[in-house]
């Protein structure tokens, strides 16, 4: 196997690991969002929030980037009467972000 072949495969790896640790860099903070948001919401039930992390989870495949979690959170807010605009959604995104990516590359 010739030097490049084998620099080839150490960096597919190294994306693959990348992109391993971004999905669950993403995940986990979405995770803390959607508990973030049930307590602002009020609500305490462990199944409603375990439904809830699922839904937020879910709703982050719709389109690349954190724009679609906002869209989805706003709008519970919103059916629930919560006064909590995007602005303060996204700064919590961009919080519960840099919080998931440490955590997750101290697992790593």
């Known amino acids: 196997m010739s030097s490049f072949d084998e620099r080839e495969r150490g960096e597919e790896a190294k994306f693959a690991h990348d992109a391993s640790l971004r999905?669950?860099?993403?995940?986990?903070?979405?995770?803390?969002l959607a508990h973030?948001?049930?307590?602002?919401m009020g609500v305490t039930e462990a199944d409603a929030i375990a439904n809830y992390v699922a839904e937020v989870i879910a709703a982050d495949m719709t389109?690349?980037?954190p724009a679609d979690v906002v869209r989805k959170i706003k709008a519970d807010f919103d059916a629930k009467n919560v006064e909590i605009d995007e602005r303060a959604i996204e700064a919590k995104v961009a919080q519960f972000d840099i919080q998931a990516r440490g955590e997750v590359l101290s697992e790593a």
Do not use: I, M, Q, Y
Not at 23 to 32: G, I, Q, T, V, Y
Not at 36 to 40: G, I, K, Q, R, V
């Open 63 to 65: 389109e690349a980037g």
């Open 36 to 40: 973030w948001a049930s307590a602002e």
């Open 23 to 32: 999905f669950k860099a993403e995940a986990r903070r979405n995770k803390h």
